[in-house]
């Protein structure tokens, strides 16, 4: 009974592996390499219109910025990137998305904030976190950065005052420039 109870354990285990893989939209490359890719999820921008998240079409790397207006990690991250991200789209050609994770309560806030702040990123609304969910995203602020494939190649959470600076080091690495 004992040997039965460890199999059917073990097996759950398996299974909620494989869940959490799926939900990246983990991928086989030709070499057989794993990798993540950004997951696809319907959610609305600040107008009020449907974005699948894996169909964001830009020309660049992405940066994908979880956040939220109740989180001041979250505001000083994005707040640093802004004063710099004219700088890196310059360089880089890299797009950034603020995904805010702000419930019903608190969702009204951020139009307000985002352009009290004169952030030109592209806002989306997750409300419900069902694209951090799939992101596999448990705390803001949490932070992507996909390659024009879509693919995630960093992630980093929280931020300290000079994490913007090895976030333009990885995006420097990844354009070659």
Known sequence: MKTI????????????????????????TDDGNRTKKVASVLIEN???????????????????SFWATWCSPCKRELNTIHDLYVD????????????SVDDQKTM??????????????LVLMDPNGDFKRAMGVNNVPHT??????????????????????????????LTGK
């Open 5 to 28: 109870a460890i199999i059917m354990l073990s097996f759950s285990f398996s299974l909620g592996s494989f869940g959490q893989e799926h939900a990246h939209g983990n991928t086989q």
């Open 46 to 64: 600040m107008d009020g219109d449907e974005v699948n998240t894996a169909e964001l079409e830009f020309d660049g790397p992405v940066i994908i």
């Open 88 to 99: 890196w789209q310059d360089e880089t050609g890299v797009n950034l998305v603020a995904v």
């Open 108 to 121: 009204n806030s951020v139009p307000m904030y985002v352009n009290g702040k004169g952030w030109e990123y």
């Open 144 to 173: 992507f950065l996909l390659d024009t494939d879509g693919n995630i190649v960093y992630s980093h959470n929280n931020y300290a005052p000079g994490d913007e600076l090895i976030l333009r080091e990885e995006l420097k690495k």
